[in-house]
């Protein structure tokens, strides 16, 4: 029942993906013309997300050294946040190499001891709704999206109390372990995706106009309906659209450069964040993270597919969304704060993994 709920094998990915596909020609495209991989995005540990996410968001190298993983000789458990906020920890992992993020680490396993007993719990038992109304734990009821995407605002709003915790970190959490499946993670590549798939091919004005042309009316025929007209999306709340307003949201994300280096400001996060969800609806955070995936080097999005790029199964799975991905690693056993927080480098007999500034 875990393993289910950690892969949120309660939804049909095959079925949101043929419905999306129906819906948006750049989505076929991809997922059926193309054939490129499905992901499934799954319910992580929202305590190992949070300060992953913490620790990766600049998007540093990831060096790995010709790792012989056979090698290894001590794999550890992620540490307790009381562990994380106790005094010397920032000292500690600044001489590790963890630089600024030292800071960040610290101060957030401060802040949520600082406001519960139970900080490891905190997060799921306060922000994540997991629960029936009798109390029974729901582990992976299909239900279960619709009230986090209810509390979607609250639990970011939250998140982004936390030092170091910015738009994109909180929406990474909401969406990868608090099963926000509305969030959208944006950064400089997903920028890049919206302007080129969506905005400057008119894609997403043209869908909503498909949209609006294709109500009824008993009064008015299809094709007179005014742009004015508002469409509404099935089970996304706050996310109802005109077809100025797709308009506008076009022009702002148009507005950003065309390089790689665009910044992501306030506005177009929201923009681009918006128009996703308008378009996808409900699990738009997963359809996000297909497009992001597809839109990869080959090498990279065409992990476990056959000779022909093709995936053999379109749904396949791949964990996470943005420019870092959590490793689930194996636990062999526990050990202390001074151990558990030198994990730096991982010794492969004479080799190592080295994350660089």
Avoid at 46 to 54: A, H, R, S
Avoid at 60 to 65: A, Q
Avoid at 207 to 213: L, P
């Amino acid at each position: 029942m875990k393993l289910k709920s950690y892969f949120q094998l309660e939804v049909s990915l095959e079925n949101l993906c043929n419905r999306w596909s129906e819906i948006d020609y750049n989505f076929k495209k991809k997922y059926i013309v193309d054939k490129r991989i499905g992901i499934r995005t799954l319910d992580q540990d929202p305590v190992e997300n949070l300060f992953t996410f913490i620790c990766t968001k600049y998007g540093e190298k990831i060096e790995l050294d010709d790792l012989e993983v056979d090698g290894i000789k001590e794999v550890y458990k992620f540490p307790k946040i009381a562990a994380l906020a106790q005094d010397g920890v920032e000292a500690r992992l600044k001489s590790l190499g963890f630089g600024y993020r030292a800071k960040y680490i610290s101060q957030t396993a401060k802040y949520i001891c600082s406001i519960s007993n139970d900080p490891d719990s905190w997060l799921v038992d306060t922000l994540k709704y997991n629960r029936t109304k009798t109390g029974d734990i729901l582990s992976g009821s299909a239900d279960t999206h619709v009230k986090n995407n209810e509390r979607y605002p609250s639990i970011k709003d939250e998140l982004l109390k936390m030092t170091g915790v910015g738009p994109k970190v909180a929406d990474c959490v909401c969406l990868m372990s608090m099963r926000v499946t509305q969030a959208i993670p944006v950064d400089t590549h997903v920028l890049q995706v919206a302007r080129r798939d969506y905005a400057d091919n008119s894609n997403f004005v043209n869908i909503i106009k498909s949209r609006v042309g294709s109500k009824k009316t008993s009064n008015r025929p299809k094709s007179s309906l005014p742009e004015s007209t508002t469409v509404k999306m099935e089970n996304c709340s706050g996310y109802d659209i005109t077809v100025q307003e797709a308009t506008e949201l076009t022009k702002i994300i148009k507005s950003t450069s065309k390089n790689s280096k665009a910044t992501v400001t306030k506005p177009i996060y929201e923009a681009i964040h918006k128009m996703f969800n308008v378009i996808f609806g409900e699990y738009s955070g997963w359809a996000q993270s297909i497009l992001f995936v597809s839109d990869l080097p080959d090498s990279i999005s065409s992990l476990g597919s056959n000779e022909t790029g093709a995936s053999d199964k379109p749904n396949g799975i791949v964990a996470g969304s943005g420019d870092a991905q959590p490793i689930i690693q194996p636990i062999i056993q526990p050990t202390p704060l001074s151990n558990t927080t030198g994990g730096r480098e991982t010794r492969s007999k004479s080799k190592k993994i080295k994350l660089e500034e």
